[in-house]
Structure formats: structure tokens, C-alpha cells
């Protein structure tokens, strides 16, 4: 028994936005996102460390 090929109609999943125009953003406001998220990245660094030297206490052997 062979597969039939059967052709497909495609249709766009999301419709087409025109777009969008661009926003002023002052460096002050960039400053301080760039600051959070690289607060957010040593956090998360820490925690990363802390979470394998207690899972390295679990090892199985």
C-alpha cells in the first residue's frame, strides 16, 4: 500500500501588523535596565553554584 501525497493549502497562522514606529528612549532609562539585568544575572549565577554544591551532597553511587 502506498502514501498518498495530498497537497496542503497554506494559511498564515498570524495575519500581517504593519509596523510599528520607533520610540524615543532616554540612556539614562537603558542604563538602568542594562544595571537590573546584570544584577539579575550574578543572582542567578549564585544560585546556580549554591543549587550544584547541594546537589553534589545527592550524588548516588
Not at 22 to 33: A, D, F, Q, W, Y
Not at 43 to 50: G, I, T, V, Y
Amino acid at each position: 500500500m502506498a502514501i498518498k501525497r495530498v497537497k496542503l493549502n497554506y494559511i498564515s497562522a498570524v495575519s500581517k501588523t504593519p509596523p510599528a514606529e520607533k520610540v524615543v528612549i532616554p540612556g539614562s532609562h537603558m542604563e538602568e535596565l542594562d544595571r537590573t539585568i546584570r544584577q539579575k544575572i550574578r543572582q542567578n549565577e549564585a544560585e546556580r553554584a549554591a543549587g550544584m554544591e547541594a546537589a553534589s551532597r545527592y550524588i548516588v553511587r
